[in-house]
């Protein structure tokens, strides 16, 4: 019997979750000021909903923090050149290490 030839492709895709945070909390932020420019005219419900947004405004800014550090390592880890184009490979491969 014949053997049949195979052949395995991959597909790698890399999300930076970074900048899903940062789009986050740009929204956030921005919503929060279209509540404040209401003034006085702002309801309780608008007021409540200002405090929500702004503190989800901070915690997706931390998130993107840490997000960012993280796939900063990682980059450096997984040899993404990308993140560290023109960068001494040796300082690269320092951060790479665990």
Do not use: W
Request: charged share 25%; with cysteine; net charge negative.
């Amino acid at each position: 019997m014949a053997e049949e030839a195979h052949e395995e492709v991959v597909f790698a895709t890399k999300t930076h979750l970074s900048i899903l945070y940062l789009e986050s909390a740009l929204v956030f932020a921005h919503e929060c000021r279209e509540i404040e420019d209401l003034g006085e005219a702002a309801s309780d419900a608008d007021q409540s909903r200002h405090r929500s947004l702004a503190l989800a405004t901070v915690i997706v800014s931390v998130g993107m923090l840490e997000s960012g550090i993280n796939e900063f390592f990682r980059d450096a880890l997984d040899g993404f050149s990308g993140t560290f184009a023109g960068h001494d490979p040796r300082v690269v491969a320092a951060l790479a290490e665990e």
